[in-house]
């Protein structure tokens, strides 16, 4: 199977853009080694240096994965990925003497023949979408407007795994994005974008976005993957 991956952001409201993004070239077989990676991270806006908080996290999670990725289960290099992406962040807030307010949200998706597994903290979400049913695969960890989990925490407090793989089909879509988007507009709407091409779609979303000109929109970042290609045999279940 092969992946066709888009991406984009948008600084909204804020002064600056705290979200990080990371995903392969724009198509990717689902067959290569470590398969097909995609991650983003939100750098918490009320808490000191979000951005660095959410692109150190990134790049840390990033290399861990493609260190570990060949020496075990997928689950086991997600798990390690987040595991240095915390101690990175985490010892970075004590060198700065911001420890307690520095931090991020991370969501990541990993794609290995026709399987998804992903792991995450925080409120950033992926979807998934199948003949137009949109659903949110992750569980989000805040209380209102505030985060109960989060990269950069000592331990973090919540961590959601994908507790079995979800077998993907041709046509199906992915979606991975920050608060500024699922917090803005709500599923529906983001489904009825989901269609054509993943740069199509995304520039759909944004233009949404910008046409509701929310006095309070936050950072928005976006990672779209649509698959193709012929169905595998494979082991994992349909079924979060």
Same mark, same amino acid.
């Given at each position: 199977?092969?992946?066709?991956?888009?991406? $984009?952001?948008?600084?909204?409201?804020?002064?600056?853009?705290?979200?990080?993004?990371?995903?392969?070239?724009?198509?990717? +077989? !689902?067959?290569?080694?470590?398969?097909?990676?995609? #991650?983003?991270?939100?750098?918490? =806006?009320?808490?000191?240096? =979000?951005?660095?908080?959410?692109?150190?996290?990134?790049?840390?999670?990033?290399?861990?994965?493609?260190?570990?990725?060949?020496?075990?289960?997928?689950?086991?290099?997600?798990?390690? $990925?987040?595991?240095?992406?915390?101690?990175? #962040?985490?010892?970075?807030?004590?060198?700065?003497?911001?420890?307690?307010?520095?931090?991020?949200?991370?969501?990541?998706?990993?794609? !290995?023949?026709?399987?998804?597994?992903?792991? *995450?903290?925080?409120?950033?979400?992926?979807?998934?979408?199948?003949?137009?049913?949109?659903?949110?695969?992750?569980?989000?960890?805040?209380?209102?407007?505030?985060?109960? +989990?989060?990269?950069? @925490?000592?331990?973090?407090?919540?961590?959601?795994?994908?507790?079995?793989?979800?077998?993907?089909?041709?046509?199906?879509?992915?979606?991975?994005? *920050?608060?500024?988007?699922?917090?803005?507009?709500?599923?529906?709407?983001? @489904? $009825?974008?989901?269609?054509? *091409?993943?740069?199509?779609?995304?520039?759909?979303?944004?233009?949404?976005?910008?046409?509701?000109?929310?006095?309070?929109?936050?950072?928005?970042?976006?990672?779209?993957?649509?698959?193709?290609?012929?169905?595998?045999?494979?082991?994992? !279940?349909? $079924?979060?």
């Amino acid at each position: 199977m092969k992946i066709l991956t888009a991406s $984009a952001q948008y600084i909204g409201r804020r002064k600056n853009q705290q979200d990080s993004v990371w995903h392969p070239a724009t198509t990717q +077989s !689902t067959d290569a080694p470590g398969g097909v990676l995609a #991650v983003v991270a939100d750098g918490m =806006g009320g808490l000191a240096r =979000g951005e660095e908080a959410s692109r150190l996290a990134t790049e840390v999670f990033v290399d861990t994965w493609q260190q570990h990725v060949g020496d075990g289960t997928v689950a086991e290099a997600l798990e390690a $990925a987040l595991t240095q992406a915390n101690r990175a #962040v985490h010892g970075y807030s004590e060198q700065i003497n911001q420890r307690g307010n520095f931090g991020t949200t991370l969501i990541a998706a990993a794609v !290995t023949a026709d399987q998804l597994q992903w792991i *995450s903290v925080g409120d950033s979400r992926l979807y998934h979408l199948r003949q137009g049913v949109l659903r949110q695969l992750s569980t989000d960890h805040n209380d209102g407007y505030y985060l109960t +989990s989060y990269v950069g @925490a000592r331990e973090p407090d919540e961590i959601d795994r994908s507790q079995q793989p979800v077998v993907l089909e041709p046509g199906d879509w992915l979606l991975l994005c *920050s608060d500024g988007l699922h917090g803005f507009l709500g599923d529906d709407a983001i @489904a $009825a974008w989901l269609h054509g *091409s993943p740069a199509a779609a995304i520039e759909q979303l944004m233009t949404q976005l910008r046409n509701l000109d929310h006095p309070h929109q936050d950072n928005v970042s976006i990672i779209v993957m649509t698959v193709s290609g012929t169905p595998q045999a494979g082991t994992g !279940t349909d $079924a979060t």
